[in-house]
């Protein structure tokens, strides 16, 4: 069976991340395309187009706060809804490794009356949680209830209330007829603390003028397109182009742990009933099989530690 221990699977090199400052330093910019991810993801878990978007979204908008990390400093978002999807997860670090699953990928929901995939229903009410693990021990956990579902608003308010800092938020994903993701990526904007009340009524009105990211990406646009094309009357300057990949951490070594884990009772059930066992990979999909041997070998472990 597959094994992707640390693998990464270069989809689309023109998905990356690019921070700037503008207005002397005093707003901070993000962009992000990650259509190569998003639809290698989506195809992987065969998700219907509604998944597609959601994840779309949150992969995006990880992928930015991921690029504002140190290194191999880590944020994980959870969107954790009462709507269909149940749950959104997504993995991203400094480094731009990027990974992510949808709980339930088989979604299908009328659309909006825009015409428009119905993403706040699919994801329902719930909250939002930011766990960014900086390497010191106990991960920072922050989180907010959800606006409205449609995930780019839900990014807004956790800036604001949970980390203080005014944000704009935009993110997009556009499907294809044949289920895959033809574009997907995303912008933010943030304030900081020497902006003037003036200066972001201005960048909000910019932002509201802001054609659809997904739009944007479809037709060519990049990262520093996209910024120009928002804030480019305030001279933003580039600071970082982050490259993405698809990279998940699975490996048989983990899988292996997880079923110690279990016990050696449980591990004894599985051999009785099934005689082996299969653990699939939430990320990335990859199987991995243990058979009777290999499992009571696993027993003989834990007896091992118990004598």
Same mark, same amino acid.
């Not at 990880?62 to 191999?72: D, F, V």
């Not at 995303?186 to 003036?198: R, T």
């Given at each position: 069976? !597959?094994?992707?221990?640390?693998?990464?699977?270069?989809?689309?090199?023109?998905?990356?991340?690019?921070?700037?400052?503008? +207005?002397?330093?005093?707003?901070? !910019?993000?962009?992000?395309?990650?259509?190569?991810?998003?639809?290698?993801?989506?195809?992987?878990?065969?998700?219907?187009?509604? !998944?597609?978007?959601?994840?779309?979204?949150?992969?995006?908008?990880?992928?930015?706060?991921?690029?504002?990390?140190?290194?191999?400093?880590?944020?994980?978002?959870?969107?954790?809804?009462?709507?269909?999807?149940?749950?959104?997860?997504?993995?991203?670090?400094?480094? *731009?490794?990027?990974? *992510?699953?949808?709980?339930?990928?088989?979604?299908?929901?009328?659309?909006?009356?825009?015409?428009? @995939?119905?993403?706040?229903?699919?994801?329902?009410?719930?909250? @939002?949680?930011?766990?960014?693990?900086?390497?010191?021990?106990?991960?920072?956990?922050?989180?907010?209830?959800?606006?409205?579902? =449609?995930?780019?608003?839900?990014? !807004?308010?956790?800036?604001?209330?949970?980390?203080?800092?005014?944000? +704009?938020?935009?993110?997009?994903?556009?499907?294809?007829?044949?289920?895959?993701?033809?574009?997907?990526?995303?912008?933010?904007?943030?304030?900081?603390?020497?902006?003037?009340?003036?200066?972001?009524?201005?960048?909000?009105?910019?932002?509201?003028?802001?054609?659809?990211?997904?739009?944007?990406?479809?037709? *060519?646009?990049?990262?520093?397109?996209?910024?120009?094309?928002?804030?480019?009357?305030?001279?933003?300057?580039?600071?970082?182009?982050?490259?993405?990949?698809?990279?998940?951490?699975?490996?048989?070594?983990?899988?292996?742990? +997880?079923?110690?884990?279990?016990?050696?009772?449980?591990?004894?059930?599985?051999?009785?009933?099934?005689?082996? +066992?299969?653990?699939?990979?939430?990320?990335?999909?990859?199987?991995?099989?243990?058979?009777?041997? =290999?499992?009571?070998?696993?027993?003989?472990?834990?007896?091992?530690?118990?004598?």
């Amino acid at each position: 069976m !597959a094994n992707c221990n640390q693998q990464s699977i270069e989809v689309n090199t023109k998905d990356y991340v690019v921070q700037a400052t503008a +207005a002397n330093g005093r707003v901070r !910019a993000l962009a992000a395309v990650v259509t190569g991810i998003a639809d290698e993801i989506a195809r992987r878990h065969e998700m219907w187009p509604v !998944a597609a978007a959601a994840l779309g979204r949150t992969l995006a908008a990880t992928a930015m706060i991921g690029a504002m990390q140190k290194g191999k400093e880590k944020v994980t978002v959870q969107i954790i809804g009462d709507g269909p999807l149940e749950q959104i997860t997504a993995d991203g670090d400094g480094e *731009g490794n990027l990974r *992510g699953y949808v709980q339930n990928p088989y979604v299908d929901l009328p659309l909006t009356e825009q015409g428009k @995939l119905n993403v706040g229903a699919a994801v329902g009410k719930g909250h @939002l949680w930011v766990i960014r693990d900086l390497g010191l021990g106990e991960p920072y956990r922050g989180g907010v209830p959800l606006v409205s579902g =449609e995930i780019a608003e839900d990014f !807004a308010s956790y800036f604001s209330q949970s980390e203080q800092t005014p944000s +704009a938020v935009a993110l997009g994903v556009l499907t294809g007829p044949d289920g895959g993701v033809r574009a997907a990526g995303g912008l933010i904007i943030q304030l900081l603390p020497e902006a003037s009340e003036g200066l972001a009524v201005v960048v909000e009105q910019m932002v509201a003028d802001l054609p659809s990211v997904s739009g944007l990406i479809d037709t *060519g646009s990049t990262p520093e397109d996209i910024i120009q094309r928002t804030i480019g009357d305030l001279q933003p300057k580039y600071l970082r182009m982050l490259p993405l990949r698809f990279t998940c951490t699975c490996s048989r070594e983990r899988c292996e742990s +997880a079923l110690i884990a279990l016990g050696a009772e449980e591990l004894d059930k599985l051999i009785e009933e099934q005689g082996k +066992a299969e653990l699939t990979c939430r990320f990335c999909r990859a199987q991995y099989l243990f058979d009777k041997e =290999e499992l009571k070998n696993l027993q003989a472990r834990i007896e091992k530690t118990r004598t």
